[in-house]
């Protein structure tokens, strides 16, 4: 669990800069703020040191207002950035190697990872301190994504 916050947190830093790079970085008037269009492929608890960050106001603090839109689909975000719909792309790295190897001489760059494996969570309404694989046999599971819900029973 220390190894993703500390990579959420990483990709948090690479993320402000970035968008320093993108916006005038110099330009501390907030009433002059500076507009960084993110499309995110799903809403995720991976983001939410951006989610604290928008809310807190830290980048509005640099200049920079982030403008935070759910593209449902890694092929929707890649669309967005290279339309120019949006300036950065949250998704793996999948649209990138289809616009590539498609011969696109415009393609993604991927320039950070946040994770190795999707992330998911297995979540109870009760408690449970002494928590073991084998409690969910003959449970369902609820995936996080359309048509994903699985009966344990092995």
Known sequence: ???????????????????????NFNNKDNSNLKVVKVAEVAHSIFYAPQYAAISNGYFEEEGIKIDLSLANGADKVT????????????????GTIYVYNGGEKDYLMTFAQLTQKDGSFIVSREKNDNFTLNDLKGKYIIGGR????????E
């Open 1 to 23: 669990m220390k190894k993703i916050i500390v990579k959420v947190l990483f990709i948090l830093i690479i993320f402000v800069i970035l968008c320093a790079v993108i916006v």
């Open 146 to 153: 359309e048509g994903a819900c699985y009966i344990c029973d």
């Open 79 to 94: 669309a967005a950035v290279l339309s120019g719909d949006v300036d950065i792309g949250f998704c793996g790295s999948e």
